[in-house]
Nanobody, 122 residues
Framework: EVQLVESGGGLVQAGGSLRLSCAASGFTFDDYAIGWFRQAPGKEREGVSCISSSDGSTYYADSVKGRFTISSDNAKNTVYLQMNSLKPEDTAVYYC???????????????WGQGTQVTVSS
């Protein structure tokens, strides 16, 4: 059974940091790109960052460039999202997903986690 389990969300003040984890199981981790997405209340789900399984290339939405860092530990089948200098507008449910290619498009991803809430207070 394919599973993606996010953890690490919580409540943090503006300017603070959080590290999200996405633990994967049930598929060959090295064969899939992993993306992080977020969805705020009343808004569409949007791509935040993704990492390619083929060469480790990373991609970021403009809104998080310079503040967020995605990384992968293949030995642990886990992808991380380090989030620094958090802003209230980063508040959302964050999801990780696995797909064939590293892209910010939600429809390209086959498997999704259940999400973890990130709340940034001002």
């Amino acid at each position: 059974e394919v599973q993606l389990v996010e953890s690490g969300g919580g409540l943090v003040q503006a300017g603070g940091s959080l590290r999200l984890s996405c633990a994967a199981s049930g598929f060959t981790f090295d064969d899939y790109a992993i993306g992080w997405f977020r969805q705020a209340p009343g808004k569409e789900r949007e791509g935040v960052s993704c990492i390619s399984s083929s060469d480790g290339s990373t991609y970021y939405a403009d809104s998080v460039k310079g503040r967020f860092t995605i990384s992968s530990d293949n030995a642990k089948n886990t992808v991380y999202l380090q989030m620094n200098s958090l802003k209230p507008e980063d508040t959302a449910v964050y999801y990780c997903a696995a797909g064939d290619i590293a892209t910010m498009e939600t429809y390209e991803y086959d498997y999704w986690g259940q999400g973890t809430q990130v709340t940034v207070s001002s």
